[in-house]
């Protein structure tokens, strides 16, 4: 009887000092940056995201590699205050300027892998792959 109490208590000692430790281990700023690495991991082994829709947000494209089928076609939303462009850099398909909020649309062609930039920002690109499957 008396030691079963004891153990009870000494366990309740412990499990303050995990519960201190803890608080003080997320002090650190640690954990965010590892959520982060673990996200950019997991978007790299995808051989891109399926869907029709690009985002234009601060100056990138979101996602930046994306796949659709032959003859989609890909709706633009322009997030920025700023115009941009969906431009094929083979000139497959353009959107023309897409101004600050505006949205735009544009149509995929046959299989293949297609590279886009933004004509006014030629720094902003990204790949669509267009696969039947
Ligand atoms: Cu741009």
């Known amino acids: 009887m008396g030691s079963t109490r004891r153990l009870a208590t000494a366990g309740a000692l412990v499990l303050s000092l ?48 994306l796949r659709a089928k032959p003859g989609d076609t890909i709706t633009v939303t322009n997030t920025d205050d700023t115009a941009h462009t969906v431009t094929a850099d083979d000139g497959a398909f353009d959107t023309g300027d897409v101004a600050g909020a505006g949205t735009a649309t544009f149509t995929v062609g046959g299989p293949g892998r297609y590279r886009f930039h933004c004509d006014i920002h030629n720094y902003m690109t990204g790949t669509v792959t267009v696969s039947d499957q």
């Open 18 to 65: 995990a519960v201190g430790l803890a608080a003080c281990g997320s002090d650190g700023g640690s954990s965010g940056s590892g959520a982060k690495a673990t996200a950019t991991t997991s978007a790299a082994k995808s051989a891109g995201t399926a869907g029709t829709e690009i985002t234009i947000r601060n100056f990138a494209f979101e996602p930046r590699t």
